[in-house]
Every structure is written in C-alpha cells, then in structure tokens.
C-alpha cells in the first residue's frame, strides 16, 4: 500500500519570498514520487519527478525537491514566488512493484501569491 | 501538438440517468487513465488500460461504473444511474508506453469533465 499525505491545504506567500511545500509518504517499496501542479480550467502538470536517482530533483519553473529517506518526504521548495505560482499542487506516489500503474494523490495544497 | 481532449467538459445530469464520457488521448499512446477527483480533494484512480486491455478497474467505485476502449485510442466512461456523489471532476490520462515495473512514462492529463448529479 501507498499513499501521500499533504501536511497544508493552504500556503499563503508574498511574491519574492520562498515557497515551501511538505509532503510525507508511505510506500512497501522504493517509491517514485512526483509533484504535479493544476491550475484552474487546466489539466494536471508535472513539475518534477524521483525515480531513484538524484534525491535533489530540479524541475520546470524553478522549483525543487529533496527526497529523504530517513524522514519519509519529498517537499518541494521555490526561492521565490512569481504571481504565475498561484494554482493547487499534488503530492503523488507510485510505488515501482505496484501490481497497477495508478498514481496515488495527496490532497493538494492551494498556493496563494500575494504581490 | 495535440494534448489530451475530453468531452464534454461540462455535464449536469438528473439523479437516475446515465452519462458517457469520452477521452481522447495523444495520439499513439498506449497506456490511459481514468481519475475521479471530488471537490477539493486530490485525483483518486479509477481504471487502467494498456491498448484495449483493462488492466486495472481496481478504483471504480461500484458496478455503475463501466469503462472501454475498444480500439486502443479513444475511451469512454459510462455511468449508469447517476447518484449525488458522483459529482466531481473525471480526468484522464495517457502515456507513451507501457507502464514497466521501474522508471516511470509521464501521464498526460486531459482538462477533466465536471460531473453534476442534482
């Protein structure tokens, strides 16, 4: 069994300050763990993306995660926010052995950029 | 190029009738997803396919969910006999490849159908 749990459902930051995002899993299995971001009226996207390689994963936009085992995250971070931030981001797990190919969500943290 | 397509983006349907919703994936791609995502709350899986293969129905919430893709490109979701909590967004996705037991394919997500049962 897997899951993710999303410790904010709301985010509140000031453009040019930091973000940051907290995720923690649970996996049987190694995991690969993603962060997909939604904004309204548009489908899901992937930001970035751990498949057992680097534990400090780059993606699109500027943002990062760090994977640690030890504690069982992967939060993702931004050092500073644009307005174009502003959208709800999924904290996703799927376990490599999984008998299916589904992606398991966390509930979502909704992000608020004020100027 | 063409992303994910589904229709129609917007469905309201009285308690009792049944609805079908399509999904066009990228073109080629094999494998496709189905998610329900209620309101305000994370994507939650519903059924897998791999070409016109079912693999996985593990997430369909009762018999009144039924899913085909018949010639491995364009799927439907039907649901019979609506119910209030069937309200949410219908999402699908496709994928390049198979969906080995390590790596991972990225799924592209369609703009989802809102679902209103009244």
């Known amino acids: 069994a897997q899951s993710v749990t999303q410790l904010d459902s709301h985010v509140s930051v000031s453009e040019g300050t930091p973000v940051l995002l907290r995720c923690n899993y649970s996996?049987?299995?190694?995991?690969?763990l993603f962060w997909y971001v939604q904004h309204p009226n548009k489908g899901l996207q992937l930001l970035l993306k751990?498949?057992?390689?680097?534990?400090l994963v780059k993606g699109i936009n500027g943002f990062e995660a760090e994977f640690k085992k030890s504690e069982t995250s992967f939060h993702l971070t931004k050092p500073s926010a644009h307005m174009s931030d502003a959208a709800e981001y999924f904290c996703v797990v799927r376990g490599i052995k999984a008998a299916g190919n589904k992606l398991t969500f966390g509930g979502g943290t909704r992000v608020l950029v004020k100027p | 190029g063409a992303g994910v397509s589904q229709s129609p983006r917007y469905k309201v349907a009285k308690r009792g009738q049944d609805v079908a919703l399509r999904c066009d994936p990228i073109?080629?791609?094999?494998?496709l997803f189905w998610y329900q995502q209620a309101l305000g709350q994370g994507p939650e899986f519903l059924t897998y396919?791999?070409?016109?293969?079912?693999?996985?129905k593990s997430g369909l919430p009762s018999d009144r969910f039924f899913a085909e893709r018949p010639e491995g490109s364009v799927s439907t979701l039907k649901i019979q006999r609506t119910q209030q909590e069937d309200s949410a967004v219908y999402l699908c996705?496709?994928?390049?490849?198979?969906?080995?037991?390590?790596?991972?394919?990225?799924?592209?997500f369609g703009p989802g159908t809102r679902l209103t049962v009244l």
């Open positions: 751990y498949t057992s390689a680097a534990t």
């Open positions: 073109s080629g791609h094999v494998s």
């Open positions: 996705a496709s994928s390049s490849t198979s969906q080995g037991p390590v790596g991972y394919n990225e799924q592209f």
């Open positions: 396919f791999q070409n016109e293969a079912q693999l996985d």
């Open positions: 996996s049987s299995y190694s995991p690969s």
